[in-house]
Each structure stands twice: as C-alpha cells, then as structure tokens.
C-alpha cells in the first residue's frame, strides 16, 4: 500500500481546552497602581505552639471586608506595599509573618515548621481576627499555601486572588534551583546569576544543591551559613523581576533577612514542601472548584515558571486565567500589579474593575 493510500491514524484523544486565558501588556495605558501606603490600626502577637510566635497586623478598614494576605518565601515575609494591593476603604487587610519569618519569633525557625503547620496558623489567624469567611490573596508560595488552605478548609474561603504559581513539584523545583545537567533551566537564561550561586557548592555536590545548600544552612559553621543564605537569596533576587531590580537584589545583603529566607526555603524545599505527592494541590482542585478565583502569571516568569500556571488553569478551567505577556515573576511587574488590583476591587464589591 502507498503511502499516500494509508488511512490516517485516529486522533489521538486530548483533554477538553479550558477557557481561552485573558492577556494583557505592561504597555496598556489605563494601568492601575497601588493604593497609597497605610499603617495597621492593630497589631498581635499570637503564639501558635511552644517554639512559635506570629506577628499579625490589620489595616484598612476594621469594619471592611476580610482578606489575608499570604506572603511568598517561604521565609520571604510581609512588607509594607503588600498592604497597598487592597482599597483601604473597602477591606478589612490581615497580614502575618509566616513561622521564622519577618517579625515573627523566633527568627529563621525551622522546628515545627511545615506547610501542615502553615495552613493551621492561617485558622488561627483568623480565629484571632473574629472573622467567619474571608477573601484570600497569596502569591509564589503565598500560592501554594492559599491553594493548600483553601483545599483544607474551602468553607473559609469567599475568593482566591493568585499570582506566580508554584505548585511545589520536583520538576519546578530542578528548574530553578538545579544546574542544566540536573534538570534546571533558568540557568540557562540567567547564567551570569547563576554563577555565584552554583559556584559556592563543590563540584562533587552540585548534583543536587538544594540538598547542599540545604546542609550549609543547618550547619554550625556561622560564617558558612551567612554566605549559602546571601548567595541563595541572591540568585531569586536577581531572577524575580523581567528586568533585574537592583534594589531587591541589594536585599540579599541584608543577613537577618536572607537567613530567613533561605533556611525555611531550603527547608521547604528539601523536604519536597511535606505533601503526600507531587500532584496533590493539582488532585484535589475538586475541593475548591467552586470558590471564585483569579490566577495572574507572567508569561516571562522564571522563579515560578509558566508551566505550573497552565497546569492548574488546564485543571480548574472555572477560574478566571489572565497572562501576562511581558512580565516576569514580581507582583510589582506593572502589568501583573494591575490585574491583582483590578481583581481586589472585583472582590470586595469596588466600582466595576
């Protein structure tokens, strides 16, 4: 039989396309900016076991519509703008510094520390806080921990706003963190950040450098320990935004704050982020299925790639999915910035956004 005369083969059987994803450009005209700063009205410090005190603050307004805010890292902690992505006059804002991180005691903690453990400190908080059900904001590991929360305890949750996408899978974590030949990627798009990085481990141990970066970290040499912090703190500073931002990259030289970051980090990391499986955040979307959701994603982003975005878009095709075409990982990429904005107003009931 030619080969022109052979019967096609079958189509191959393809899962159903989700919704065609929103885009957008940090180039659009009528982009929307923070909310101008704000001072919390209160403040808490809520001790969640015998090692670990958290500190909480509110903002806004005390009679205002109820939104945690879940911060990146792990270990990253809470900053001042994370306030300004809510209308202070509709919101009632709850932030808290995660177990070891920011302002929270004591610093760069990893016993009892473990996402298991976050997601019940986020009940807490809202135990704390007096609130019934609230609206849910988290992005890069603030993500993962809202998904995390909400899939444990979706009865708590009105919405989920979502950025940057990490859904904590060994191959996520070897395309950043790992070299080219152990499965990386973003150094091959960010070679000359990756150097210093790579380069502190031996060449004996750079087939897995969580793990060595890991072992730095929870040793005993203090001088070792700061400089395995500052250079892992360095190479995600330096990646998270589509243009490098020298001034969070100079954050990586602040010791208390890259300790922090990097230990519970590594921590995290090293142990797979404690779920029972790769997929579990991807296998059990049914739970939250019907929460009214937003997901934002740079296109460009390297620290949380594209990818993990897509996957839950592809399993949860009843959120709403906006690319965004030329930005990277940074919830301060303009375009990104804009979309959360637009997506808090959505949520809390403000103008038309």
Same mark, same amino acid.
Request: net charge negative; charged share 25%.
């Given at each position: 039989?030619?080969?022109?005369?052979?019967?096609?083969?079958?189509?191959?059987?393809?899962?159903?396309?989700?919704?065609?994803?929103?885009?957008?450009?940090?180039?659009?005209?009528?982009?929307?900016?923070?909310?101008?700063?704000?001072?919390?009205?209160?403040?808490?410090?809520?001790?969640?076991?015998?090692?670990?005190?958290?500190?909480?603050?509110?903002?806004?307004?005390?009679?205002?519509?109820?939104?945690?805010?879940?911060?990146?890292?792990?270990?990253?902690?809470?900053?001042?703008?994370?306030?300004?992505?809510?209308?202070?006059?509709?919101?009632?804002?709850?932030?808290?510094?995660?177990?070891?991180?920011?302002?929270?005691?004591?610093?760069?903690?990893?016993?009892?520390?473990?996402?298991?453990?976050?997601?019940?400190?986020?009940?807490?908080? %809202?135990?704390?806080?007096?609130?019934?059900?609230?609206?849910?904001?988290?992005?890069?590991?603030?993500?993962?921990?809202?998904?995390?929360?909400?899939?444990?305890?979706?009865?708590?949750?009105?919405?989920?706003?979502?950025?940057?996408?990490?859904?904590?899978?060994?191959?996520?974590?070897?395309?950043?963190?790992?070299?080219?030949?152990?499965?990386?990627?973003?150094?091959?798009?960010?070679?000359?950040?990756?150097?210093?990085?790579?380069?502190?481990?031996?060449?004996?141990?750079?087939?897995?450098?969580?793990?060595?970066?890991?072992?730095?970290?929870?040793?005993?040499?203090?001088?070792?320990?700061?400089?395995?912090?500052?250079?892992?703190?360095?190479?995600?500073?330096?990646?998270?935004?589509?243009?490098?931002?020298?001034?969070?990259?100079?954050?990586?030289?602040?010791?208390?704050?890259?300790?922090?970051?990097?230990?519970?980090?590594?921590?995290?990391?090293?142990?797979?982020?404690?779920?029972?499986?790769?997929?579990?955040?991807?296998?059990?979307?049914?739970?939250?299925?019907?929460?009214?959701?937003?997901?934002?994603?740079?296109?460009?982003?390297?620290?949380?790639?594209?990818?993990?975005?897509?996957?839950?878009? %592809?399993?949860?095709?009843?959120?709403?999915?906006?690319?965004?075409?030329?930005?990277?990982?940074?919830?301060?990429?303009?375009?990104?910035?804009?979309?959360?904005?637009?997506?808090?107003?959505?949520?809390?009931?403000?103008?038309?956004?």
């Amino acid at each position: 039989m030619s080969a022109s005369s052979a019967p096609a083969p079958a189509p191959s059987a393809a899962a159903p396309h989700p919704p065609h994803p929103q885009t957008g450009f940090s180039s659009d005209p009528n982009l929307r900016l923070l909310y101008p700063p704000i001072e919390p009205y209160k403040t808490h410090s809520l001790k969640v076991d015998g090692v670990h005190t958290l500190y909480v603050e509110e903002c806004g307004n005390q009679h205002g519509v109820p939104v945690v805010f879940l911060h990146g890292g792990p270990g990253g902690g809470c900053g001042v703008d994370d306030r300004r992505f809510f209308n202070p006059s509709a919101y009632r804002v709850i932030l808290f510094d995660q177990r070891g991180a920011g302002r929270s005691t004591p610093p760069a903690e990893l016993k009892d520390n473990d996402t298991w453990k976050l997601v019940e400190d986020v009940e807490r908080v %809202r135990a704390l806080v007096g609130v019934e059900r609230w609206h849910v904001f988290g992005g890069s590991w603030g993500s993962t921990l809202a998904l995390s929360y909400a899939i444990t305890y979706p009865t708590r949750v009105v919405s989920l706003t979502l950025r940057g996408i990490f859904l904590l899978r060994p191959a996520e974590l070897a395309w950043f963190y790992q070299n080219p030949s152990h499965g990386g990627g973003a150094a091959w798009i960010y070679p000359d950040a990756f150097e210093p990085y790579e380069y502190f481990i031996p060449e004996a141990e750079r087939g897995d450098l969580v793990k060595a970066y890991y072992d730095r970290l929870v040793g005993d040499r203090e001088e070792v320990k700061k400089e395995a912090a500052r250079r892992w703190a360095a190479w995600e500073c330096g990646t998270s935004r589509l243009a490098v931002d020298e001034g969070l990259v100079a954050k990586a030289e602040n010791p208390a704050w890259a300790m922090a970051f990097a230990r519970i980090e590594a921590h995290y990391f090293r142990h797979a982020g404690f779920f029972p499986t790769d997929s579990w955040i991807l296998d059990n979307v049914d739970k939250i299925r019907h929460i009214p959701a937003v997901i934002v994603q740079g296109r460009y982003d390297v620290v949380c790639p594209a990818k993990s975005a897509w996957d839950l878009h %592809r399993a949860w095709p009843e959120a709403e999915f906006c690319w965004l075409q030329d930005c990277g990982h940074s919830a301060k990429e303009p375009g990104i910035r804009d979309r959360l904005v637009r997506a808090t107003d959505r949520f809390g009931g403000v103008g038309t956004a």
